[in-house]
DNA sequence: AGTCCTCTTCTTTTT
DNA sequence: GAAGAGGACT
């Protein structure tokens, strides 16, 4: 191994490297070197003469495949392009279309992503008819993704409640209309691949021969299927290397299931661990914070980050009036940083809970004198466009003429006539023929169904033109197939006579399009259509992350994970925000949002903001929230408070004060006749204002008093306006106050004491 | 059939 | 505050 230098490696990152043979679990906290370890070991079993195409290794994103393969190949040379480096989706589309066919599935098959996941259900949805007010098709989606990763299909769901009853109906309608569009969604990407793995049991055997070594990254984040089939691929020579941190799953929504990793040791008996504790990233006042919040998650195996780096700068904590001088702080402090220090933009990054909050700050940005340069990472994926998926949906019908999904898309898109009338006469032939929507199309234009003649001159049009492009594509490269596609549909002469402002943009973005159609066909061995499709349906939304480009950063905390910044900025930190509100009344979420925090916060080398606003605008209104535990958690020793910006930190809403304007159930629902359509019925909400800086808020004084509305539901009446007070002495107790807004002349009011 | 307007709903995180 | 759905109007 010439160029693996173990010398630079640390004891324990020595031990994971040479380790030899059998299951090794490394257990790499923040910062210790991990994307190292497996580089370095894949680069020592290579140089021991494994052949690097029996090395699989697998991450979670394209950006760490992708890293991954870059710094192999500095280790290794051109050999490690030969190695199955990929993401769990991106490995499992190649062996499904390799050996799909096994289980039906042909080899063009096409790979839906979330949108056209909601699109199915929807319709699934509506084809049962069951009311979409009452069964939220994103809520039915995920009860389906859930049992996908948990390895459950359609035939062996069970329901098991009322809710889940539904789903139950849903999931197998779901399932055939995937299959017969020839279309796999992610859940049954990996999913499909299990199942062909313990069908085709010669095909699994070879597999499993064939590789010899098997690593995966970001271990804590596997859902149960990708567990299974890290077990099948790695039986045979069992030489498995996970690498993870338990402190780091924040991906238990996609169902990662955090026990993977804690219970390793236990599936595998004779397993090696090795635990990274060694920090190269972060200051030891930052992994003082960090420590200080994660220590309080009760599942977690114990361990603790210590570095050589000194003690560094104090944290920063920011308390603003409100989100915008929030984000006015941020650019003000990059722009000092910047001033004083000669930092560079790229050394700071901001995060985020929710891409919602990017806003503000993005304005912020903006609005100082020389404009603070930003790239906001994530969002809205290029491919999820309008623009973008019409486009892509004609090239799928063309590689896929079952793509009923696709042909719904472009019908009528550029506008040409054909409505929903004529769509239902098709979806009822499709029905009639058990065909897929475009062989009803076409039935329709030529046959002499109760079609008028013209609306089927206008399906028979699109048919030729469907016809005449799909003659193109067996020819065509895809990039000038694109081409063809918007210039025969009028999809692009549509666009250029829509000058409207972001007209522009959207000309731009097809423009990219084709680049990226081009780029991918200079840079594929074999360049096809359904090639691209599904690079463009596994790429995700913050895949490149432009590190270079001499900017401020501002991403999801989810998106930061596995980067670091000199300078990190975390915005937000509010009860209800960050830990995220739907969170707050489940033990586990909430520790899946402190884990949340543990990842933002180690993000950062030498310096860390930490901000949170006392009032926020959020869903349209104006809202008041208890800063974060997750700030209260960091010992006050490391923080230095920093107020003095714009001055507005300063003024205190008065006790008791509450702006009537701000309750919006009681001031809607009052003036809302009554047995008005149940729709408005809300969700819960809560959350708290705060008298006293939390600064000062323990030990300070005996009595403090802070204001809440709480939401709760009674018959269509909702929502209160009240006050809760600790009330000093041993025990201590709450006193709580509830208004329940008024009732004809009445006040309805309810109090409480409560001893904690 | 298409367009425009209003009303409603919903907001986590993503391969 | 944005996007989607539904409704009314052209």
Redesign the pocket.
């Known amino acids: 191994m010439s160029r693996v230098d173990l010398q630079t490696l640390n004891a324990p990152q020595r031990a994971a490297v040479l380790h030899d043979s059998g299951p090794l679990l490394v257990l790499a906290g923040a910062g210790s070197g991990k994307t190292r370890v497996i580089t370095y070991r894949i680069a020592r079993v290579v140089s021991g003469g494994v052949d690097p195409a029996r090395v699989m290794a697998v991450t979670?994103?394209?950006?760490a495949a992708g890293e991954l393969r870059q710094r192999a190949a500095q280790l290794v040379g051109q050999g490690a392009r030969t190695a199955w480096i990929g993401?769990?989706?991106?490995i499992c589309a190649r062996l499904l279309r390799q050996h799909g066919q096994a289980i039906g599935l042909p080899a063009s098959f096409q790979i839906y992503?979330?949108a056209d996941?909601r699109a199915l259900v929807?319709q699934v949805m509506r084809e049962i008819s069951l009311p979409?007010?009452l069964f939220?098709p994103?809520?039915v989606l995920?009860r389906i993704?859930r049992a996908k990763n948990e390895g459950i299909g359609p035939r062996d769901f069970r329901g098991g409640d009322f809710f889940g009853d539904v789903v139950a109906k849903v999931y197998p309608a779901y399932e055939r209309r995937l299959q017969a569009a020839n279309a796999v969604d992610?859940?049954g990407?990996?999913l499909r691949t299990l199942e062909l793995l313990r069908q085709e049991t010669t095909l699994a055997e070879a597999l499993a021969e064939r590789f010899v070594h098997l690593l995966v990254d970001e271990f804590q984040d596997t859902n149960h299927v990708q567990y299974e089939l890290v077990r099948l691929l790695s039986g045979r020579h069992r030489n498995l290397c996970v690498v993870g941190d338990d402190d780091q799953s924040?991906?238990s929504?996609?169902g990662a299931d955090i026990r993977n990793i804690l219970d390793f040791e236990r599936d595998h008996a004779d397993a090696a661990v090795v635990t990274l504790e060694q920090n190269y990233r972060s200051t030891q006042t930052i992994l003082d914070a960090a420590s200080a919040i994660i220590a309080r998650n009760s599942e977690r195996r114990p361990k603790r980050l210590f570095t050589a780096a000194g003690p560094g700068a104090p944290i920063i904590y920011a308390p603003c009036e409100d989100e915008r001088s929030e984000a006015a702080f941020v650019a003000h402090a990059i722009a000092r940083l910047r001033q004083e220090e000669g930092l560079p933009y790229d050394q700071c990054a901001v995060f985020y809970?929710?891409?919602?909050?990017s806003?503000v700050l993005e304005e912020a940005l903006r609005a100082r004198r020389p404009a603070i340069p930003h790239v906001v990472?994530?969002?809205?994926?290029f491919y999820d466009r309008?623009e973008i998926k019409d486009v892509l949906a004609y090239l799928r019908l063309l590689a896929n003429p079952t793509d009923d999904l696709a042909l719904q898309r472009i019908i009528?898109e550029p506008?040409?006539?054909?409505?929903?009338?004529?769509?239902a006469k098709i979806s009822e032939q499709a029905r009639l023929d058990g065909s897929s929507a475009l062989a009803a199309a076409r039935a329709c234009a030529t046959g002499t169904g109760e079609l008028s003649s013209?609306?089927r001159a206008?399906l028979a049009a699109f048919c030729t033109l469907i016809d005449e492009l799909s003659a193109a594509a067996a020819t065509l490269p895809p990039s000038a197939l694109a081409e063809l596609v918007l210039e025969r549909s009028g999809y692009g002469a549509r666009l250029a006579s829509d000058p409207g402002p972001d007209g522009e943009a959207r000309a731009e973005n097809l423009l990219e399009l084709i680049g990226s159609l081009r780029a991918y066909e200079a840079q594929s061995e074999a360049p096809s259509l359904p090639g691209f499709l599904e690079q463009a349906a596994?790429?995700?939304?913050?895949?490149e992350t432009p590190e270079e480009h001499g900017a401020v950063t501002l991403?999801?905390?989810?998106?930061a994970k596995g980067l670091e910044f000199a300078h990190v900025f975390i915005v937000g930190l509010e009860r209800g925000v960050f830990p995220?509100?739907?969170?707050l009344d489940d033990p586990q979420?909430l520790e899946?949002?402190r884990r949340?925090a543990y990842v933002a916060v180690t993000r950062a080398r030498q310096r860390l903001y930490l901000c949170h606003a006392r009032r926020r605008?959020?869903?349209?209104?104006q809202q008041v929230n208890a800063p974060s535990e997750f700030l209260t958690d960091v010992p006050r020793r490391l923080l230095q408070t920093e107020s003095a910006f714009s001055g507005h930190a300063a003024a205190v809403t008065p006790r008791g004060a509450f702006d009537r304007s701000g309750v919006r159930g009681a001031a809607r629902g009052a003036t809302r006749p009554a047995g008005?359509?149940?729709?408005?019925?809300?969700?819960e909400e809560r959350w708290v204002d705060s008298d006293e800086d939390f600064d000062q808020s323990a030990g300070a004084s005996d009595e403090l008093t802070t204001n809440f509305r709480i939401g709760m539901r009674v018959r269509h009446a909702k929502f209160g306006v009240g006050s809760i007070r600790m009330i000093g002495g041993t025990p201590p107790h709450l006193n709580l106050t509830i208004h329940f807004g008024e009732v004809g002349p009445r006040t309805i009011r309810s109090e409480f004491v409560l001893p904690l």
Do not use: C
């Open positions: 979670f994103t394209n950006k993401t769990f989706h991106a992503d979330g996941q929807v979409e007010r939220v994103a809520e995920g993704d992610f859940g990407l990996l924040i991906y929504w996609r809970r929710t891409h919602a909050q806003r990472v994530g969002g809205v994926r309008a009528n506008p040409r006539g054909i409505g929903s009338a004529t769509l013209g609306p206008k596994l790429a995700g939304d913050l895949d991403m999801t905390v989810h998106g995220h509100a739907r969170s979420q899946e949002e949340l605008w959020l869903f349209g209104q008005a359509r149940g729709g408005g019925d809300q969700a």
